[in-house]
Each structure stands twice: as C-alpha cells, then as structure tokens.
C-alpha cells in the first residue's frame, strides 16, 4: 500500500506538470526533500521552518514556528514582541468587512492605519435568522459526540465506539417531556420548516426548558436521523459557515391506537406492546384509579433502545445518584443501558447491584418497576443508569442474577 505522498507524486508525474521553464514542476522524490521545499517556501512569512531539521523535531518532540535563524528553537509565544502582521506590504490578507463579509481592497485597509498593531473588530449584534414561532415552538440545537467524528465514515466501523453512541436521538428537557406527555426512550418526529426526522427521545435535565439536542452523526438512506436534514441553510457573512445551531422545531408523538376490548386491561395491553404499564398511564395522562372501559382508546408509544454514552468512554466506575446516601460505587461490567429509563433498570439485577449489600431473596427486588422505584427514592426517567454486572463470588449468587435478567419482560437481544 502506498503512502498518498507516492501516490501524488506519481499522478503530479503522469500529468506532466511543468514549471515556467518547462523543467518537472516537483523535483522532490522522498518527504526529506519535500520538507526542506516547503522550509524553503516558508521563509520570512508568519509561519517560517527554514531552520528545523527531522532530528529537531524528534528530539523536542515537536517544534513551534517560526523556527529561523533568530529564533532556532522555535517560539513558544506569537507576538511576544507586540509586532503584528498588519503592515499593509506583510498582511496576508486586507481582511473582509465584519457585517457583509466584502473583501476590504489595499486602500481600505491601509485607511484603517494598523502598521504593526493588532487589529479588534466591534460586531453589530443580529438576532438569530429564524426564532420558535407558534407552529415550531421550541429551539433545536446540533452538535457532536466524544465518540464520533462527523457522518462516522470511520468511528462507526470502531466497535467500541460505536456501541457508546450507536444511534441518533433528540435529548428533551424534563418539562417539556412532560408537557408533551413523551415516554423515555419513545420514538418521536423531530419537525422543522424544512424537514422532518424520527428518533428516540433522551428525557434529562442538561439542556434548558424549550431546547432540544440532536447529535449530527448519525442518518442514512434506510434510517431517517440526518439532523441536518431540520436546520437553517443559512450561512455566516464573513466565515461562510451554516448557522446550525440556532432553529426552530416541534416535537410530535408517533403513536399507534388501541381499543379496549373485553377482558383486557392496562396490564395486559402493556404486556402485550412490551411496555412498562406505568409508562402507558402516563402516555395517556390517566389518573388513578387507572380505569378504563371497553371501546376506549389508548396511545401506544413507541419504545425504542437508547443508548446513553458514558461521560469519558474509559469510565468504568459510576456513583447512582439517588443512591449517594449509601455510599456505594459500582463496579463491573457496563452492558447496555435500558431503554433510557432509570426506572426500568430496577430489575431484580440491578436491583441488587445497587443496593450496599444483597438482599436475602432476589424475589424482594421483583414487582412493578414503579413500587421498587417508589421504595427506593428514584424519580423516574431523570439520571441516566447503566444496566451493570457487579463482580459477586458466589457463582450461584451471579447465576441467579442473570436468570432474573433474562425473564425480565422489558429487556432485549443484545441487552444481556
């Protein structure tokens, strides 16, 4: 396999490129000899190596510029000397005026008179080009993950990074979760004036009220995620950059229908669409005593597996917060987080990880999810928790813990 310097130095070849005198226009062959061109090239400019060496490099591990004659090893501050590169014959560039982002001509910018100084703009501040309106009531923001760079052509073929952050989602304030009446972990339609996408909702609280946040990563042609798909094409006048991160969206729920029929119940229908039923009572805001007749509607909302990405991908030690008051850090094996939902992670598992010491039976952390939550001081879907596998010696004690894992109704492949 070539290195890409042979192969451009091999098509530079084909193509025949010459210089003015009709001589070969690069005359290197090896990366010495083209570093000591572009040392050459660098000369008397901002950015000068004319006096580093490959053996300088290695031995300092590294070398500021300008490294020249004045200055051979290099410089660890620019402009130590107060001397700015703004003497109009030195300049790289005459500069662009900060609101139309016109290019300035040589007469403008010597009219400025910096000579030498540093040179500070005062901006006229312009409101962002589209504001939530009534029909797209909230701000929608992008942005990126630790684990993956840009449309993950290469992080997403890394096993390990992939599994941190294997798919998109939009994070939504709790409040707003709320007020729209959405599950943790259900699969919404993110709406903006341009576009539309479908991801699973990430219900926290480190974005503010009326703001979503959807990672840019991730869509395809078979997965409708592309973030990018809802922002503004509008660009900045200077550096010709996409405003992303300032648009207007709305949220809507995606939900099938599902009428009563004799015999069943909540507990049924939720058993039946692999739902916790508490999740269902508050989809359908109902109040206790939770009552429903034959022929009533209900909304099923789609759940899907949100993973939520660790704080650093080398963390493997993690404090419960709601269970800080015992003092307890777990240790193990991060498997999968669980539908985005702490409360879902209270299986007899889990459970058990949590606790400073084991319980008696495993049968005394089984029941509904929402009574072991309410026993143990957890607010649901606030912090996210990990599906975790505490190091216990008793083998039979760690058997037990994975048979409980396995007939948990709301786990999936891939979960254990």
Known sequence: MKADFYILLDYAKRMQFMDKDGNPLIQYTTPRECFEEWKAVSRGRPSDMTAMTYEKIKKKNGIQWPTNEQRPHGTTRLYEDWVFHTHVDDTQSFGKDPNTGRERTKEEFKRIGANGKAILYGLTYYSPAERPTPEFPLWLTTGRLVWHWHTRTKTGRA?????AAPQGYVEIHITDAEKLSICPGEVVRVVSPRGRIEVPARIVDTV??????????????????AANDLTVDFVDPVSKQPIFKQSACRIERIREKHIITQGETLESVAKKHRIPVDELRRANKLAPPYRIDIGHEVEIPSIANVVIPLTRPSERLMLIRGFANRNFLLRGLIVQEVRNRPQMVLTKMVFIAMCSKPPEKHSEASGDVSTVASRNGIRAYTWPVYLVICHYKDDDYRRGIR????????LTDGHI
């Open 159 to 163: 096993p390990n990074l992939h599994m």
């Open 403 to 410: 048979e409980a894992i396995l007939k948990c109704p709301y």
């Open 208 to 225: 503010l009220p009326g703001l979503v946040f959807v990672p840019f990563h991730f869509g395809s042609w078979e997965q409708n995620q």
